[in-house]
């Protein structure tokens, strides 16, 4: 097969690092919530009773609050 396009590309460089200070998720379950509790250093809180939408909110977070900090003028 054929395929128009390049494979020889990575786009390694435009992803933002996965640890910044700024940034750093704490998370937990809570007993008294019955739930997994996800807290930011920047303020963001996250719970819900599902762990894996717990791990991809802390992944999104991770990965997107640096670039979201370099849109805030």
């Known amino acids: ?3 128009p396009f ?3 590309r990575h786009l390694t ?3 933002p690092p996965l640890h910044d200070d700024a940034h750093v998720v ?3 379950f809570s007993n008294a919530l019955c739930r997994f ?3 930011c250093t920047c303020g963001a809180y996250f719970d819900t009773p599902y762990i894996d939408e717990a791990l991809e909110y802390r992944e999104l977070h991770e990965r ?3 670039l979201a900090d370099q ?3």
């Open 64 to 66: 997107l609050a640096p």
């Open 26 to 28: 704490t998370s937990g």
């Open 6 to 8: 390049r494979r020889d």
């Open 37 to 39: 509790v996800l807290e």
């Open 1 to 3: 097969m054929n395929f």
């Open 71 to 73: 849109l805030a003028p």
């Open 13 to 15: 460089e435009l992803r």
